[in-house]
């Protein structure tokens, strides 16, 4: 399996902007479709959104469209959650996660790897 390492999280105002990073390691990354998913207090983990293994195609949850954006970087083994417009209901930690043979991009079963994930939280 390939190892999922997330950064880039912290304190951000309302409105503003971070960008989180996942690198990966162990085995071929291209070989991934990759997602991203949050888990606030409380709640179940929700899908945010996700992209496939050459990286020219995007899917979004409908919380994270016009305002997230998911790229990679196969090269640099390392996939990013451009998130903008930040309101405090995005406060959550994120995940970044990795599938072999996707069949739901919302299925948490779909992914095989798991990283350890990042705190984001937005303050208002």
């Known amino acids: 399996q390939v190892q999922l390492v997330e950064s880039g999280g912290g304190l951000v105002q309302a409105g503003g902007s971070l960008r989180l990073s996942c690198a990966a390691s162990?085995?071929?990354?291209?070989?991934?479709?990759m997602g991203w998913f949050r888990q606030a207090p409380g709640l179940e983990r929700e899908f945010v959104g996700g992209?496939?293994?050459?990286?020219?195609?995007?899917y979004y949850a409908d919380s994270a469209k016009g305002r997230f954006t998911i790229s990679r970087d196969n090269a640099k083994n390392t996939v990013y959650l451009q998130m903008n417009s930040l309101i405090p209901e995005d406060t959550a930690v994120y995940y970044c996660?990795?599938?072999?043979?996707?069949?739901?991009?919302?299925?948490?079963?779909?992914?095989?790897?798991w990283g350890q994930g990042t705190q984001v939280t937005v303050s208002s």
């Open positions: 992209i496939t293994r050459g990286g020219s195609g995007t």
């Open positions: 162990g085995r071929t990354f291209s070989n991934y479709v």
């Open positions: 996660a990795a599938s072999e043979r996707l069949i739901n991009w919302r299925q948490e079963a779909s992914y095989n790897s």
